[in-house]
């Protein structure tokens, strides 16, 4: 089993045997009478806080320091996706999930202070593989509790903030912090879950569609701000067929997993890649699209850059967009050419046209379109592909498989009759 596995494993298995432990040894301190309900979802809180001392002492040894702005910006992102999933307001849902890392950031800081006199010793669990796990799994559960768990706070915003300082003070969260957390509670509301899957779809009268909006011929934004592609008229296509209203929602390839996971759409429409790393947490349809990785140069370079022994070099600035395969394929891929990771999927073809990089591999499909629009670009590769890639579309695990059975019966129509390759075809006119 694989090191990170285990970790994450063994953190799981920490986290519940911790908590049981708390549960059982530890009748309420103040001798309130906290409902079970409510002595978990606070025993949850302090074992998040209990972690922040071990982390304290990893950043400690490596000079690193308490907070980190990029770091915390993403995981409030991502919680406050997992929150709506469960049911939570989404901007009370944030106000909290900002005030957990406030009690963790007031945590690490007094074990910082209390070190300048005397440092603690070295070792202890490691942030990456043993301690995020864990504070990771513990915040999923805490947002799963907290809808079940808010009708009995009514009323309770007192007890609430002298229970949370009874548990964390001692482990120095700041009082100040510890007030914004029992706030945030007690502001915290629940909203109406909608219904997954074909059945919710048709309950609602509208489909909501995640896409990029960078990656041409599938999606793209166009010069009026409308969204174009093929991908974009296949769902308008779908929508009709479901007599339902297409709602695009925006996603990004870095967070496309999460806001799959956390409900922000019923289907994702943008030239997506069917891999078994993204079919182990969610469905697809069936393939609509059959190709591959190919690399992409300015023209006065591909004769140069025609193979990957040519192409591996350190010579060779290599660029990708980040999250989605093209990165993952150049990471396999390359072991001494450098790479640049390129945020505007829709600027980074000018960086190689304008000799700031020199090669991007990517879908043979986006290869064609680019160098049909830019003539200093070129395939290096043509008519070659490394890898076979099939795109889908990517759907939510659906407990029955209606909303997959439906797709696919969708796309089969419209492959038949001649509108899958129409659409294909009215998008990579040369």
Known sequence: MPHSVRSVLASALLLLLTLTAEAASAPDAGGSTTSPEVRRLLDLIEHRARLMPDVARWKWHRQRPVSDPA???????????TAAASGLEQTGAARFVEAQMRIARSVQAARFERWRERPPAAGGPDLIADLRPAISA????LLATLPRVLPLLTDRADDLDADLDRRLTPLGADRAAVRGLAEALSDLETVAVLRPGLRGILERGTLRIGTTGDYAPFTAIDEDGERIGIDIDLARILARSLEVEPVFVDTSWPTLMDDLQ?????????GISRTTDRARIADFGDAYHVGGKTPIVRCTDRDALDRLERIDRPDVRVIVNPGGTNERFARATLTRAPLRVFDDNTAIFDEIAEGRADLMFTDAIEVRLRTARDPRLCAAMPGRTLTYQEKGFLLPRDDDGAWRRYLNLWLAGIRGDGTLERVFASHLKD
Request: glycine letters at 4%; zero cysteines.
């Open 71 to 81: 770091r915390e910006r993403r995981v409030l992102e991502a919680a406050t996706r």
């Open 262 to 270: 956390a409900g922000q759409f019923d289907i994702a429409m943008s």
């Open 138 to 141: 513990t915040t999923t559960e």
